[in-house]
């Protein structure tokens, strides 16, 4: 079975070789810690992921690895060795591992929040406990498996909505406060309104009547009465990447081809947050386990790439450059529709 380490010699040079990689101070994030690994790790029957799930970093040194919270050190692994069983024994009260709060960053934190309370043992029945916790673990798991295929399964059916990140044209207008704010001087006799001009990605340049796009830098000018800022910038310019991840494919085709009924235009104005309809109940579902990470108020319908994390809708993953989950660069940002 692992063994608690206590050499000086294991820790000076864990605090060497570790801190080359990851700084030590980074290493609250489940990211980091499986990157830790990368110094080659040789022991194939513990797996970096779980051991990086639980709190333990590779110092670099044999097989030793230290978790982030309660700093102890572990060696010495057997194959049938089980990461938490471990952990406990040697770490009862780690707060991580009793669920306290600390300022883990996981992978994914529906897995550990499928976990339930761990009481430090004072009993001597901390293996049943172990066992129970890694039991519960496994099956949880299997959810987060099962949950991956179906991304994957998603994924192959939405190919055509896949967008390779690229930079905004105007980054500095992604943030829809921030295109509000230059519509100060937008004529007033306008019949778009500055909050419809926004929510659509546009702002105002200052001439005439002209907006830009914040993200494809497609420009628009002459306005009619009846024009809609979200029809326009669809049939101008639909290839643009905060267009296909806002619009549902639905709404960018009957624009295209200039068939745009009114019940489309309305549920593009209560996506948008814009309609008179109430959507208090909606809302009050959403905001549980379904609402963006970053706004908070609409549902997440995006997967960023590679990392496969679900956590944003359309609106806010067009505006930013990295996950917010593992604050990894993503290579691409792809729509995904829920049944």
């Known amino acids: 079975m692992a063994s608690a380490v206590v050499s000086c010699i294991c820790r000076d040079i864990a605090e060497y070789r570790v801190t080359h990689v990851v700084p030590e101070e980074c290493l609250n994030y489940e990211i980091n810690r499986l990157r830790t690994y990368d110094l080659l790790w040789t022991v194939p029957y513990i797996y970096p992921e779980e051991l990086a799930r639980w709190g333990f970093f590779y110092t670099g040194y044999r ?40 300022n883990n960053v996981p992978i994914d934190p529906d897995f550990l929040d499928q976990l339930g309370e761990i009481v430090p043992d004072t009993t001597g029945t ?33 190919q055509n909505d896949t967008m390779p990140f690229y930079r905004q044209k105007y980054p500095q207008y992604r943030i829809e406060g921030d295109r509000l704010a230059t519509f100060k001087e937008w004529p007033k006799s306008m019949p778009q309104t500055p909050e419809r001009m926004a929510d659509a990605g546009f702002f105002y340049t200052g001439k005439s009547d002209v907006v830009a796009c914040f993200y494809c830098g497609g420009n628009l000018r002459d306005w009619l009465a009846e024009d809609d800022p979200w029809v326009e910038h669809v049939r101008n310019f639909s290839e643009c990447p905060y267009v296909k991840l806002v619009k549902t494919p639905e709404f960018i085709a009957e624009c295209r081809g200039e068939k745009v009924t009114n019940s489309a235009l309305i549920a593009s104005s209560e996506r948008s947050g814009l309609g008179n309809v109430s959507k208090d109940k909606e809302q009050d579902e959403v905001s549980d386990e379904k609402c963006c990470k970053i706004c908070f108020t609409r549902p997440f319908d995006t997967v960023f790439m590679p990392c496969g994390h679900v956590v944003a809708c359309g609106r806010c993953a067009a505006t930013t450059t990295k996950c917010p989950m593992c604050n990894e660069p993503y290579t691409s940002v792809q729509r995904i529709y829920f049944s």
Not at 65 to 90: A, M, N, P, S, T
């Open 63 to 102: 097989d030793c690895v230290r978790c982030y919270f309660c700093r102890i050190e572990l060696g010495g692994w057997d194959e049938h060795d089980v990461v938490i069983e471990e952990h406990l024994k040697w770490s009862p009260h780690c707060r991580l591992m009793t669920k306290r709060p600390t």
């Open 126 to 158: 901390g293996s049943t406990i172990a066992r129970e916790m890694a039991a519960t673990a496994a099956a949880a798991e299997s959810n987060r498996l099962n949950r991956q295929n179906e991304l994957e399964r998603q994924s192959q059916r939405t």
